[in-house]
């Protein structure tokens, strides 16, 4: 097993390395910071939650501490603030022995601060492309001292539609330097990219496009109108600690918030809507623990590193095999484990399909004996009742059959029918 003894790292940077509590690399580290040492162009196959941003924070810090100060020497471009946060914090934690200054530009605040902040001298740099090519425009922001390029979380950039503007601000860098880029799947539009901009890459990859082996997945099969019954029959008889729901709509994340608020469960919402001071509270409340129960919508969730997110629940079945890799890599990040549940309706089988073909194997199914699965459908037939929108993609995939053949469920017991009715008296008006 190696150590990070063994990487050679300047004392000041094995110094953060002590301060943020790793005592041992992970995989992804382990493959990917001897190599990015050496100077080599890095294409990095990980997962958020394998430990990646150290795996690119650490080399950086190590490359730039003995060089000129108050420079902009390494940018990283991220699809989110919140990862982009996540990102500076990490270097501000890793590097604090090191004096280097990292600094984030991201839209949504105001652009002065940010100016004032360049002006002071930043060695490290970490945005969002649309903000940063604003920065290149007005030429507050100067790259013609760049050594460093890393694009994390490409795949998002791509479905975020940043594409345009990643070829812009690459265009606009030394040719002369390194480029990192790290994405959890590789379609091809990434390999594309790759080819672009990464020179004779060295791919490191941190074992499938699979998510972390401590993740146990769970399917379970029910009728639209039943899920938000469903969710919180899981919610009761569940340890369920520190829990991220993904919805499909903002709308759907905002309602589910509420109903969960009122049904006694310390929660909150995360969605586009938000303002970045809401946005902020209920991230912190969620990551310090205020918050039992996060609801977001893929977009507002990107990113987000809860460590000790226990539970992962799709609400709603995301709309690509690869959105269900970034969701679940919210939990049993690192070494710790999780559990990932998807309420699954009929329409969503070509999606189960696929996402099982992603990850190697099937999804275990669960039907819960004490589970009204015949409830009727509530006659004021809202948002909860119906399918969510159609996603804007595609969301049956190639290939996948448009079967009607019903869930195979098991024939519920005795017991289970005793229970469903006592269910039913319980709880007449759950059901959505
Ligand atoms: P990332 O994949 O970069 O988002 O990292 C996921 C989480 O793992 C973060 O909370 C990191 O602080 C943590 N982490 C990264 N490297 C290590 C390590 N070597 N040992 C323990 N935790 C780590």
Redesign the pocket.
Known sequence: MST?DSFDLHPRVVAG?KA???????P??TEAIPTVMEGRDVMGL??????????FVLPILNRLIGGPRGTLRALIVAPTRELAE??HE?IR?LGRKTGLKSATAYGGVSINPQINRFRQGIDILVACPGRLLDHMERKTVRLKKLEVLVLDEADQMFDMGFFPDIRRIVAQVPRERQTLLFSATMPPEIRRLTKEVLTRPVTVQVGRTAPAETVNHALYPVAQHLKTAMLMNLLHGTDAKSVLIFTRTKHRAKQLGVKLGKAGYRSASLQGNLSQNRRKAAMDGFRDGTFQILVATDIAAR?I?V?RVSHVINYDIPDTPEAYIHRI?RTG???RTGDAFTLATQEDKGMVRSIERLLGSPLERRHLDDFDYQAPAPKRNKEFARPPRPASRNRRPAGAAKSRKPWPQRKPSATSTANRRSHARRRPAVAA
């Open positions: 990070f390395i943020a509590g790793y005592t041992t690399p992970t992804i580290q990980a997962q958020t939650g394998t430990g990646k941003t150290a795996a996540q990102i990490a934690l990113g590193d460590t890599g990040r690192a070494t």
